[in-house]
């Protein structure tokens, strides 16, 4: 365990914590931004640069974006500072630390898990790119196929009916 | 469509919320902002960027004209009345002068009535430039012709100044004729301004008139119908934008315009665009006047001696005698009661009347535009509250 | 420990100085006027930015449209009654160190429409003014002027001591009463904390004038 | 084609910034406390009162007649009235004026005052370095701030100077020239009267006028 | 000859050399460490020269445009113009208001400069001039620039003010609308380039046949792409003629409406020096990044070329400034969408052509016309559609 | 080094947070952030587990996350989208209360 | 345009409506038509909309306060003055009441003729200050009548938005109206005379009783 | 190390955010010793054209900026999938292009119908 590590993995909880935490709907979606932006750089720690950029510029630029733009969108006096009742709290967070700790167990007491290996060449965009588009190539498909429903189903749920009627 | 109904239907003010769950946004825009021209205020309700109400506030300029005039002598008024609409003093002084010597029965010398239309006219040039810088500026455009409007209007300002005194408050106007003649040299360096104007107005054209984004955001904005232009009252450059066939200097022949020979052009749209493109054009042909007059100017008196300076009192009466301003018809209703001040004393200004269709033609716009509009409106804070 | 150091560093007292030339060289080089103008006098305000007299070679050309980064408010034209709260709230919304310019005659004193009845009489009733223009409007020489002597006088202010401007001073106030619209005036009609009409002068003339007739 | 008035537009600012470079036209500027533009004579600013000769107590031509502080629209004169009399520039016994103040903060330079002053006492000054940080004390102008001289006058408005000058001359020597057929009819009467009483005295009429009293 | 090319390259690796010396006397261990700060150190030195710079260039060029001097008074020709105008704000009272949310409304400034800066990481600004040369750096620079719409939101939203409040979700759905031509846009010269290495496209572009240097503006689909860029660029950058997110004359000052003091000049600096990254990438990309324009200039250090053209694209950007109104809101996202969109996809498609196409004329031919056409035909398309046009007017009898 | 494990673990509690989020909170937003940040913590083991797996060359790890983060984005912008309309047909996001409009 | 027969024509059609041509003095030769208040509207519609008038734009819309006014009489009256009938002289004081006058001036941008006058007058300055507002037939008097109302205090039935225009909403008084007593805010006036000095001095005496004697002593 | 790497990076934004934070700092420290800070109800009210400000601002947005943020996630994880092709590209046949144009089309269908429903016309 590195400090490196140690700094990453403590920005990376702190942020979800606190994007789970937070009563502010708006200061959660900032929290998780830093959240994301510390899983980006678990990935480049573990040298996968393009996957951490990718989580950037899509978590943080793109959904973090659209989660706050969601939060405007259902601004009003009431979805701000959503009390949260107590016994949910306390039942969420009795199932939530039960299931880290079944996981942990296992992460635990799996020989698999321990295995430290020396550093491996980085995927390079190339490789990456020629990945997709041989080995992958069908996936890809499929991904724009199910984009373009995403996008079109996304509107068509977000779009204003009586808007469209019009 | 009958007026009538047009003017009940315009007069719905209360949009309803169409979708109904959206929060609308109030915002004051004014008093204090960079757009309002001044201490105007808006009280504008946003479903978005969209307008669904619009509450022009005024009076934040509101200064007393028409109380303290009626207790000032009626020449002491007339330092006043520049400060009406501070962009163009000499037609204010004009309008004044023409009321008052309707309702004394004064005549004005031949000369006087061109020094008149000579300074009127570079009135109107430099209310009109002036006037297309600051839309451009409330368009965002960084200052630039704006800059380029003021530089011209520093022209004509040395003009009036070498004349009147005063930069911007000339005072210039007596009833029966001008406060004095003109000092040696002036009307050979007024040629020449004039006839340097042209050329500034194809610079001017050439740097807004074909630009995309200009028209883009011009055209089509801000539309005012023919039949609400006249029923609201809409005056001036403004209302022949929408079409309206009304030019005062035509239909009053006031003073000597009869003799110029000068076009009236009128737009077809009544949008933002066609209101710029008539102040353009309306330059042109104020130059045209200009020169005509500065040609035709004869030799003369310059005021009608009868009138005296102190202690004029008319007798008792009432006038209304109007202008064709450059903002709009710009008129003065006096009441006399025999004493040396006048009983009544009324603005017309043609910058409050003009402003109320002002949220007719916002709603359902961007607020980007309610700016332009405004702009385009050319209101001067201190005519709309006196 | 702040007592400290301020003793400490009125001890260096070269240190101090440089700092109070650098800051009064910074505060008179960059002064922003904020983007607010009344009346006729804005015109002349405008026309100082403009071509001719280019009020941008002092560094001044940055007309902030928000208080929140304005340094100077030059109040230009007649301040009526109704306008008047915006005003003070306006001063009151800019970061200090601030500066007024009370330009024109009604700015100063309610000018030629000071008998009216929603005419305020100076805006100096209710916030403090740094420089007054007179002239109705001043010319944009004028203004230039008004500009350098607001320099001036910042150029001359002290960093520390006794005779340290307003903003420098803890216990003197930053922001100003603001007036509330009432059924017939604005209440209070003036902020009498920072103005007291005169009166001796009213007296003597007022005397002397009984005394002529 | 779309963006070609975009071009234009490009093309007319760049002609500007390189314009500037090479021709007045396009580079405005008066840097002012530098440079100053030409001062055109029909300037005015605020007014001043005119005296002759080189005392202004004794040169003021101003009677404090009040015509001005009646007529003056914004009411920013005050004039008292002397108790004792002076002689004026034509030798009449005038009352002048005691307190001459004129409030300019208040003036709104219309130059009313002036064309309805029957003295040619009161012109209009082109002075407009008047902005002050002091507006009690330095914005109310007394008589003696007031006071300009006639060549002042004549240096600031050559043209209208030399005609009030002019007249003032004309109208000097019209008096004198009155005073003196006054004289003469006074003194041919006294003549008269003496030569009707004492016929020896006809051989010298060139009495003084004044001489007898 | 050989002593001056010599000398040249020295003068060229000048700024390499001398860290490379100044490291080689610290131990092996703090020499990653202290590279790294020399280089950042640098950079953060000289781009907040050039802002400051920029900021008087800019005020000057406006002022020469519209027929007047702008600063020229403090310090020689208004050379010191900014410095002061920093001193000023450095000292001015910080105003946060009450109802803001204080936390948030700390942080947006702060991380407006960090993200505003973190491009320079993978900008090459000379000849091994780079501070880090990742394998995906165009994609990081991208990602990064992402970061700065989450900073305009945190400082509109967290001043409460409803002029910042329209400010950031204008600034916002602005940014997001141009990022997506802008990547699509520089694409195409990754596809050419065949890396996202911005050395590695740099290099490409850095040689020449005869005197003229391969640079991807030189090619149908590099000049639609770079144009592309240069419009998404101005609009990511908030600048006139896109500047509707502080849009003066509607909304005060946008989403830094409340923000006074230094804070306020964060704002000023990360928006120039995020323009100063957007436009080096885009020399990076399409201009041959610090390779001089002709073969027989590259005697002149590469810095050098990669600053002037810096200035010169700087210029542009004043000179736009200085002469276009701004777009309103519906304009801009429309030009985005149905515009920038559809040009940039097509960019693409063309870019392929070209690779596919043997070397001659007749590639020219047909990729310039695929560019232009489809070009011309929108944009005239978009004119028809609007129905705008240069009116004739009457006049009455 | 870092072992698998401690990534194996931080993914493990990046779940968990996740997981009481989407259970605790009662705004419908921050409930699919919640889901979206066990999606991520997936995501993580994915990359671990390339990292560390046998054969790192063939790259299957990051291309599973690659895909796996713009499904995560298209459900994100579907599942806010469904949020949206609920709340428009109900004005709220509370979940509980949606929940009993049972509109 | 002879005013007499347009006068007559609306009285011929509009029934019910009583006219008065009021005449004007002054040289500009602008008379005008005083209408009652119940047939206003039909009035001014029939002007608008008759084909041969057309008076489509109503240009100006004035107020005007005329006080009420004591106008004393001497007249004869008989009366028994210590048993004996005789005529005496008496001043008799009638109180002629006040109104306030709005005065609308309309044109025709159609026919390009104009302007004609109309006028109005309320009962009294107090409670019947009501008029018909117009700004259904003229658009263009919305913001007028507006001011009027602020400045004149006359309430305009069928005004859409009757709110103050230029004074602040808070404020009571009606400023234009003759008897307006302006707020008492010359604290400080340097040049001072007549009525302001008068005021000036009261003020000084108030707020400082000593000050006067002082400056006399001087 | 791949860390190696990151360092100038890490660097350059601790130095980005130490530069903002120091400036701040000495801003902060200016006004603690020469120029006192004076809040006051009226000067920390939020900012309205001078007027007292009426209303919350933190109101519900008009979901038109929801639309435009969909289509701006799709597109940039198109363009996630667009790089490496990109970078690849010079190495590929018309197979794998055409493979890619089949994406492209899939996301421009998406987009046509947008345009369709004019779901891209700002309102």
Redesign the interface.
Known sequence: MTTSFMILAVLTVAGTAAAMGLRNAVHCVLALALGFAGIAMLYLQLGAQFVGFTQILVYVGAVAILAVFAIMMTHNDKSMALPDSHSAWVAGCIVAVAVFAVLARAIVSSSASAQTQPPQPAATVQQIGNALMHRFVMPLEIMGLLLTAALIGAVVIAMDRREEMK | M???TL??A??N?EPANESGMDQLLEIAMGPQHPSTHGVFRMNVVLDGERVVRLKPV??YL?R?H??IAENETYLGSMPYTDRLDYMCPLTNNWAYALAVE????IQVPERAEYLRVITGELTRLQNHTCLIGFLMQDMGASGTPLMYAFRQREIILDLFEALTGARMMCNYMRFGGCRVDLPAGWLDQAKKVVAGFPRFLDEYESLLVSNEILMDRTQDVGVLSKE?A??????GPMARASG???DIRK?DHYSIYDRFAFRVPLGSHGDVYDRFMIRLLEMRESVNILQQAMRDIPEGPIVDPKTKIRGFR?????????IEGPKG?L?F?L??DGSPNP??Y?V?PPS??N???LEDLCLGRNVADIVVILGSIDIVMGEV?R | MDEKLKTELSKQGIFTTSLQELYNWGRTSSIWPLNFGLACCAIEMIATTMARYDLARFGAEVFRPSPRQADLMIVAGTVT??MAPQVVRLYNQMPEPKYVISMGACAISGGPF??G??VL??IDRYIPVDIYIPGCPPRPEALIDAFMELQKKIDAQQLTGENRPRHLNADEPSEFIVPQ?????LEP??NSSIWE???????????????SH | MVGEGILKGLAETARNFFGSYVSKDRLTTVQYPEQREPQIEATRDFPFLVYDGADWQQGMRCVACQIC?KECPP????IEKSKDKKPDAFGKMQIYPATF???IS?CMSCQICVEVCPFDAIKMDVEYHQSSDDR?GAL?LNKQRLSKSNEYYNAIHPTEASAVDAQRAEELAKLEAKAKAAAEVKAAAEAKAAADANPALNASPQQPAGDPQ | MTHLALMTQHLDQIFVLTSHWLLSYLPIALQPLCSAILSVAAIIIAFATLFALTTLLERKGLGRMQNRYGPNRVGPCGLFQPLADGVKSLTKEDIVPIRADRAVHFMAPVLLVAASFMGYAVLPIGRNMVMVDMNAGVLFFFAIGSLMELAVFMAGWSSRSKYSLLGAMRAIAQMISYEVPLVLASVVVLMQAGSLSTVAIVNMQATYSGIWPHWFVFTPWGFAGFALFMIAATAESNRSPFDLPEGESEIIAGYYTEYSGFKFALFFLGEYIGMFATSGMAITLFLGGWSAPFSFLTWIPSYFWFFAKLLTIISVFIWIRGTLPRLRMDQLMNLAWQFMLPMTLLNLLTTGIWHFMLPGFLRWIVCSTMVIVPCILLGSGLKYKKKFQIRTYHFSQ | MNSLQSYLLLSSLLFSIGLAGALTRRNAILVLIGIELMLNAANLNFIAFWRYGPAPEVLTGIMFTIFSISIAAAEAAVGLSIILAAYRHSRTTDLDQMNSLKG | MNLEAIKSEIEANVPGCRLELIA?????G?HSLLLDAEHASAVA?YL??TPNLRF?????I?G?DWPGKEVSQKIKVRKLVDGVEQEVEETRITTIPGSLEV?Y?LYS?EK?HG?I?LRMRTKDRDAGVHLPSF??????A???ER?IFD?FGVLFDGH??LR??????????Y??RRD?V??D??????????A??QR??Q??SQ??PV??S???A? | MTNNMYLPVIVLLLAAIAFALSTLLLAWFWARFFSPHKPGPSKNAIYECGLESQGDAWIQFKPGYYLYGIIFLVFDVEAIFLLPFAVAFTGFSATECIAMLVFLLLLVEGLVWAYQKKVLVWT
């Not at chain 3, 009409?197 to 005394?211: K, N």
């Open positions: 009958s007026t009538a003017a009940a315009s007069l003010l005024f009076g509101h007393n028409e109380k309707k309702l004394a029965g609400l006249i029923s609201a009252g809409i005056s309206v066939d009304y239909v008319p007798k008792p009466g009432e006038a209304y005698g109007r018809e008129g209703y009441v006399s009983y009544r009324r017309r409050l009347i402003l109320t269709i509250d | 009654k109704k000071k008998q009845y929603n009489k100076g619209f009432g059924e017939h005036d009609t003036r009409p005169p009166l001796v002068q009213i007296a003597q003339t007022g005397s002397d004038e009984s005394g | 502080e009411k920013c004169i005050f103040n004129i409030d208040v009690f109310l | 004007n003095p002054s040289p500009s602008q519609l608008r909309d489509d734009f109503c240009s100006n004035t005007i005065v001036h941008v390009k302007p006058v700004t259904p037939i003229w658009r263009s919305e913001l007028q001011e400045l859409p938005d103050r225009l230029l004074m602040w909403d808070e404020f009571q008084d400023p234009m307006y302006d707020p805010d010359y604290e400080y006036e340097p040049t001072a005379h007549d302001v000095l000036a001095r003020h000084l707020a400082n000050q006067p002082e400056g006399e001087r």
